[in-house]
């Protein structure tokens, strides 16, 4: 199990985690509570664009994240030959 | 029809419903029992995944928590929906991998310690019970208001429902009987929001509704709801009264807690796998956000409705107040369950609802005569009142309590599951008594989830005066406990039992001690639970955010200093990071 090839696949798997985390963390925590007055200037489909983040958007984008997540972690285990197909 | 017979006839189906999925879907081993034989389709588990989690407190209570917090009941938005990033990205797919019944068998695994397993199973008994109990209440309540049958006979007729499904079937029979739960709360949370969106703002999509104009007028729903509540002395909808970091707190707490709950980290055992887990987590999360990104919209249409209702002319003039003799009906029905209280403060019989603990509009009130606010009405019969407010037909009404019975029932299944597994497998097959047979297990399976009904019936009927608070401390408590522990165990080779231990035990006892010196379950608080006594200014139900924290930084000073964890531990959890080679679930 400690082929170099896993551990490989190992850290680009991290890599993949993390950026979708930094996703994660940027809707929620950062425009729905940290930005969340510096965005209620703009608007976001009628809703001042913070407000918009904590109650609609961040959940959008969780979404996506997932939706991203489960294609391209899936293509990441085809490509280091360790998918569960 | 009269909307009595209608609600039973639509109650009644869905029953018949539950019942004929659990007669043809009966669990035949523990496999079946416990993960449903491990062959569940994601978009099938997601749905039931998306049901196991909407509870009745999802259901009933969110959008009426969200109506009178404005901004602060983001909390809720974010942090029960952000916990499935976690779930997905960080411990599902892992711990499907590592292919066994439960999640005390992963701690105890992981950790090679029996110890860290009986830890794990306390902090699961106790974060489900008081769930449970919170799950039986609301089907009591429902059954109470819409069939007016007695509360303690509702409760009963919902546990025979359970019972019958969950013993028989098992996590099988479970699975399916969710599937179609979440067909039927979604059904009913989606028509009376599209009905009220559309009677409101003419747009027909709730989140849609949410941002816009209303009809004649220049001003959005939002904007008309700061200046309705501002008049009338509230806090502006779109303001929060939490601390920033307070918000950052409680919505970390609940999200990390909500990826730490095992009922909803076994959902994930049963599909066939790992790249399903992953699949399955986006279906979950993609229903669970069609109630969830509807529920902000229908707390602030509410909420508008309820003010244009009570105050249909200008404050200063005093028949602007609406007149309590002519009081819409739905008021009357709420009245007589005691979650809606008039009080005529000034004798004048109008209805005076405003926000009386503003100082900054004592003298506007004096002036018009008002002598304090005359309504209290609770958060919970917002959802359950809606159809009845904006005027809807008896069928949407019949749907609201079949949609409130599925959502708690769903709930309470899934954790009595995984209440009776952490028996009749972690205590007696794992740790007492390892030459059980499987039929024998299946049996303790069986016994235990019948007395775990029996108790929370019980629970339900009975509620001690601290589960409503324990309910929302329970996220905390499992951020705290379980989350930290699963994801070193996944996520870092050096992490050993010492080290898990430690941080599970810090975690939690820091945040229980937290929330028992400011809410003082059982004895007087220490402190008065105000801002200025908090740490930092982070209230109880954000600490577990803290305590998460604490756990880490013990949890790893400790492993740090200790020995790490033997080479076979190590290669257990190198293999957890490889997709590939996962079979079914199994036993050992």
Request: aromatic residues 12%; glycine residues 10%; neutral net charge.
């Amino acid at each position: 199990m400690t082929q170099p090839s896993h551990r490989a696949y190992w850290r680009a798997h991290l890599k993949l985690i993390a950026s979708c985390l930094a996703l994660w963390f940027l809707a929620s925590f950062g425009g729905g509570i940290v930005l969340r007055d510096a965005l209620d200037q703009f608007r976001m489909l009628g809703v001042p664009a913070g407000f918009w983040f904590a109650q609609q958007g961040a959940i959008w984008v969780f979404l996506a994240v997932l939706a991203y997540y489960g294609w391209a972690s899936h293509r990441l285990d085809q490509r280091f030959d360790v998918d569960d197909d | 029809m009269s909307l009595q017979a209608l609600t039973y006839l639509v109650v009644g189906a869905s029953f018949a419903l539950y019942i004929a999925i659990a007669l043809r879907t009966r669990a035949s081993s523990t496999g079946d029992f416990y993960v449903a034989g491990g062959g569940v389709h994601p978009i099938a588990n997601g749905m039931a995944t998306a049901a196991d989690w909407m509870s009745a407190a999802s259901f009933i209570s969110m959008a009426g928590l969200i109506a009178f917090l404005g901004y602060d009941g983001s909390v809720y938005l974010m942090g029960w929906t952000g916990g499935y990033v976690l779930l997905a990205l960080l411990l599902a797919p892992y711990l499907r991998k590592f292919g066994k019944f439960t999640v005390p068998d992963f701690i105890g695994d992981r950790y090679d310690s029996s110890a860290a397993r009986l830890v794990a199973v306390l902090c699961l008994i106790f974060v489900s019970f008081t769930y449970v109990a919170g799950q039986m209440r609301g089907v009591g309540i429902v059954f109470s208001r819409f069939l007016e049958v007695d509360l303690g006979l509702g409760l009963v007729i919902g546990m025979a429902i359970v019972f019958f499904y969950a013993v028989l079937g098992g996590m099988k029979g479970i699975t399916y009987t969710q599937v179609a739960q979440y067909c039927v709360l979604i059904t009913a949370y989606t028509v009376p929001a599209v009905f009220i969106a559309l009677q409101v703002t003419g747009v027909p999509l709730p989140q849609l509704a949410f941002g816009a104009t209303l009809p004649g007028e220049t001003v959005t729903v939002l904007e008309k709801l700061d200046a309705v509540v501002t008049d009338l002395g509230f806090r502006a909808y779109t303001e929060g009264a939490k601390s920033t970091l307070d918000v950052f707190c409680v919505t970390a707490a609940l999200m990390a807690g909500t990826a730490g709950l095992p009922h909803v980290i076994v959902r994930f055992f049963t599909v066939p796998r790992v790249s399903d887990a992953r699949r399955s987590a986006f279906w979950a999360l993609a229903f669970i956000a069609v109630l969830y990104t509807t529920a902000p919209a229908v707390g602030a249409l509410a909420r508008l409705n309820l003010h244009e209702t009570l105050q249909p002319g200008p404050l200063a003039d005093p028949a602007g107040s609406l007149s309590y003799a002519e009081r819409p009906a739905w008021m009357k029905t709420w009245e007589a369950t005691g979650l809606l209280r008039f009080e005529d403060k000034n004798g004048d019989g109008r209805i005076q609802y405003y926000g009386d603990r503003n100082p900054a509009f004592t003298a506007q009130a004096d002036a018009y005569g008002w002598q304090g606010n005359e309504l209290t009405v609770d958060p919970d019969i917002l959802v359950l009142a809606n159809p009845e407010i904006a005027g809807l037909p008896d069928w949407v009404i019949a749907l609201i309590a079949a949609g409130g019975i599925a959502a708690a029932l769903s709930t309470a299944a899934g954790l009595l599951l995984v209440i009776s597994s952490a028996v009749s497998h972690d205590l007696l097959r794992r740790t007492w008594m390892p030459k059980l047979t499987d039929r024998q297990e299946l049996r303790a399976g069986r016994l235990a989830a019948a007395g775990a009904i029996l108790l929370a019936g019980y629970l339900g009927y009975n509620p001690p005066g601290f589960v409503a608070q324990v309910v929302a401390f329970a996220f905390g408590l499992a951020a705290a406990s379980l989350f930290p522990a699963l994801l070193l165990g996944i996520f870092s080779l050096r992490m050993n039992a010492a080290g898990a231990i430690a941080g599970m035990l810090t975690g939690l006892l820091f945040t229980l001690g937290y929330i028992l010196a400011f809410k003082g379950v059982f004895m007087a608080p220490l402190f008065p639970n105000t801002a200025d006594h908090w740490l930092l200014g982070i209230s109880p139900e954000g600490i577990g955010a803290v305590g998460m924290v604490l756990n880490f930084v013990v949890a790893l000073t400790v492993s740090a200093l200790t020995p790490p964890p033997s080479a076979e531990t190590q290669a257990l959890v190198e293999s957890l990071r490889i997709p590939r080679g996962a079979g079914h679930a199994q036993d050992h």
